[in-house]
């Protein structure tokens, strides 16, 4: 069994960064303060309650404050990233508690795509898409060899993705209407009914991949 998930280096980087970034507030939040009030008359009451005191215990507050985000931050980047558990029988997807476990016979290979860890089918069809942005690559795909799945390096699924345009000849009115909804689910950061009209769409033999601001679309191509 090989697990796959986010390098210790980020959620140090969180925590030592969290107190050097305070110190350096603390050390001109009098200057600006000051800037403030003469421009605006007008500044954000914690900052000057912080301006009020005395330079060296401005730096030492807004560097164990600084601290304190940096531990938050981290636990929350371990939280939520992805963990990705590969063995002979399974590919297990873990982000933010939320897992899924692909048996091995389901899975006809493995692939990159941009940010995205994308597994799929014999059928062509996504069996899942997970943002991997923030695992090794290199790692993903020596766990994925070592336990004898199949890594796909071509761009060939790529080259069939295109933009959805709301009135294309090629989908059907139920898919324009499922791509609609789940453009404004999109928009409203409705993370589990994007899930939902995603795997909808994939009964239909439309995979979605987003990208930017825009949903991109291909055909499942079976066999």
Same mark, same amino acid.
Not at 3 to 22: C, I, K, N, Y
Not at 61 to 87: H, Q, S
Not at 92 to 101: E, F, P
């Given at each position: 069994?090989?697990?796959?998930?986010?390098?210790?280096?980020?959620?140090?980087?969180?925590?030592?960064?969290?107190?050097?970034?305070?110190?350096?507030?603390?050390?001109?939040?009098?200057?600006?303060?000051?800037?403030?009030?003469?421009?605006?008359?007008?500044?954000?009451?914690?900052?000057?309650?912080?301006?009020?005191?005395?330079?060296?215990?401005?730096?030492?507050?807004?560097?164990?404050?600084?601290?304190?985000?940096?531990?938050?931050?981290?636990?929350?980047?371990?939280? =939520?990233?992805?963990?990705?558990?590969?063995? *002979?029988? +399974?590919?297990?997807? @873990?982000?933010? $508690?939320? #897992?899924?476990? /692909?048996?091995?016979?389901?899975?006809?290979?493995?692939?990159?795509?941009?940010?995205?860890?994308?597994?799929?089918?014999?059928?062509?069809?996504?069996?899942?898409?997970?943002?991997?942005?923030?695992?090794?690559?290199?790692?993903?795909?020596?766990?994925?060899?070592?336990?004898?799945?199949?890594?796909?390096?071509?761009?060939?699924?790529?080259?069939?993705?295109?933009?959805?345009?709301?009135?294309?000849?090629?989908?059907?009115?139920? =898919?324009?209407?499922?791509?609609?909804?789940? *453009?404004? +689910?999109?928009?409203? @950061?409705?993370? $589990?009914? #994007?899930?939902? /009209?995603?795997?909808?769409?994939?009964?239909?033999?439309?995979?979605?991949?987003?990208?930017?601001?825009?949903?991109?679309?291909?055909?499942?191509?079976?066999?």
């Amino acid at each position: 069994m090989t697990t796959v998930r986010m390098s210790e280096a980020w959620p140090w980087m969180f925590r030592l960064a969290g107190p050097v970034v305070g110190a350096g507030v603390g050390a001109v939040v009098a200057p600006v303060v000051r800037w403030l009030l003469e421009r605006f008359d007008a500044a954000p009451g914690p900052l000057r309650i912080l301006a009020s005191l005395p330079t060296v215990w401005a730096v030492v507050v807004c560097a164990v404050l600084g601290l304190a985000g940096g531990i938050w931050l981290a636990a929350v980047a371990r939280k =939520e990233g992805l963990a990705v558990t590969v063995d *002979a029988a +399974a590919v297990t997807l @873990d982000k933010d $508690g939320d #897992a899924v476990r /692909l048996p091995r016979d389901q899975v006809a290979c493995a692939r990159r795509d941009g940010r995205d860890l994308v597994l799929l089918d014999r059928d062509d069809t996504e069996l899942a898409r997970r943002d991997a942005s923030d695992l090794s690559w290199p790692r993903l795909r020596a766990a994925f060899g070592q336990h004898g799945y199949r890594w796909d390096a071509s761009s060939a699924r790529d080259d069939r993705f295109r933009r959805w345009v709301d009135g294309d000849p090629d989908l059907g009115t139920d =898919e324009h209407e499922l791509l609609r909804t789940r *453009a404004r +689910a999109l928009s409203d @950061d409705r993370r $589990g009914t #994007a899930a939902e /009209l995603r795997d909808r769409l994939q009964k239909r033999g439309v995979v979605v991949r987003d990208r930017a601001s825009s949903q991109e679309i291909r055909r499942a191509v079976a066999g």
